[in-house]
């Protein structure tokens, strides 16, 4: 069985070479690379080829959110792990809501970062400890809120228009459309058009927007 090749993306080097040391503890862990910045990881991912990424949220050059956004757009299967100090709602919700599979906090014992890297390669979220603990009902109701751009997408999607006609619309590439789309159906829980239809029909959201559009 190969191992899970990971990739570090944190502005501080002893934090990320801490981090480095302790994967490569793991037999079944090959850390590919260890980046300073959000740019760095977008201009090497095609080259290190991680199967998950431990993304930093607040860095120079491009940010952790971005960085979340530009990798899954063209690498829609890539798995993204925010490591952070921040604990507040709004930064795990955001960073959930831009594709991340996990929020993991800086001050977590190893054996938890270990076990997110093999939660979300088994296909599952992960949401630390102290992650949880600060996430209320609302934010968390067992399925990841929609980015307001995928409210976008999903209502045109759910008026019939085609991925072309989408990214024409909103003056983005066929690419971005579809793994914004594939990214709807994985957070709904849905497996087609016509499912996505009946949930914009049955949540209201295509009520009352002829003019708008």
Avoid: F, W
Wanted: aromatic share 2%.
């Amino acid at each position: 069985m190969s191992a899970t090749r990971v990739m570090i993306v944190d502005d501080h080097p002893m934090v990320a070479a801490g981090i480095e040391a302790i994967l490569e503890s793991y037999p079944d862990i090959e850390v590919v690379g260890t980046l300073s910045n959000g740019q760095e990881a977008v201009d090497n991912v095609a080259t290190l080829t991680p199967d998950v990424v431990l993304m930093d949220l607040n860095m120079p050059a491009v940010n952790g959110l971005n960085a979340t956004e530009m990798l899954l757009e063209d690498n829609p299967d890539l798995r993204i792990l925010i490591l952070s100090m921040h604990d507040s709602p709004e930064y795990i919700s955001t960073a959930l809501g831009h594709g991340a599979r996990g929020y993991v906090l800086k001050d977590v014992p190893t054996e938890q970062i270990k076990e997110a890297i093999d939660r979300v390669m088994a296909g599952e979220r992960y949401l630390c400890t102290g992650a949880t603990a600060s996430l209320t009902p609302e934010t968390d109701s067992g399925r990841e809120a929609l980015t307001s751009r995928e409210q976008t997408i999903l209502l045109q999607l759910a008026q019939g228009r085609s991925n072309k006609e989408v990214a024409n619309n909103l003056g983005i590439s066929v690419r971005t459309v579809e793994t914004h789309r594939k990214n709807i159906k994985r957070k709904l829980g849905i497996s087609s058009t016509a499912g996505l239809t009946r949930y914009a029909l049955e949540h209201g959201v295509l009520q009352g927007t002829g003019a708008r559009l």
